[in-house]
């Protein structure tokens, strides 16, 4: 399904990340489709990441951790979550179509990021809902 966005709703996006996981202090929030298309890319200033690849990688990642949920069953496993030594990434599904991707740095509790990003979905899935399905 694809949607249409106008200025007023990206920016609504572009705000809702800004304000509500940005100020957290992490490194980086995307936005994608499941596809790997880029719908907001904020960051601290200070990433040096290659977005259009990672968000196209995101997608793939995600595409293939559903296939594995379905082979054993599941429906879906909705959030995804990479540790790394300095950099962690989490990646939380926004209805059908969208990903949200996280980048940040242990300094960041895991336990309060999901809790915020479970209330900036809430106002991205309302932003969403007002474009509705071209």
Not at 60 to 72: D, R, T
Not at 89 to 96: E, L, Q, W, Y
Not at 98 to 116: A, Q, T
């Amino acid at each position: 399904m694809s949607y249409i966005l106008d200025q007023e709703q990206l920016d609504g996006l572009e705000e809702a990340l800004t304000t509500d996981l940005m100020t957290l202090g992490i490194q980086s929030v995307i936005l994608i489709d499941m596809a790997g298309n880029v719908i907001v890319n904020l960051d601290d200033g200070k990433v040096r990441h290659d977005v259009y690849s990672l968000a196209a990688l995101a997608a793939g990642n995600f595409g293939a951790v559903s296939a594995m949920a379905s082979i054993i069953g599941e429906e879906e496993f909705s959030l995804l979550f990479h540790k790394g030594k300095s950099e962690n990434i989490n990646f939380t599904k926004i209805m059908d179509d969208f990903l949200l991707v996280s980048i940040f740095g242990n300094d960041v509790s895991l336990g309060y990021l999901r809790l915020k990003i479970d209330e900036v979905i809430k106002k991205i899935k309302s932003l969403i809902d007002r474009a509705g399905p071209s």
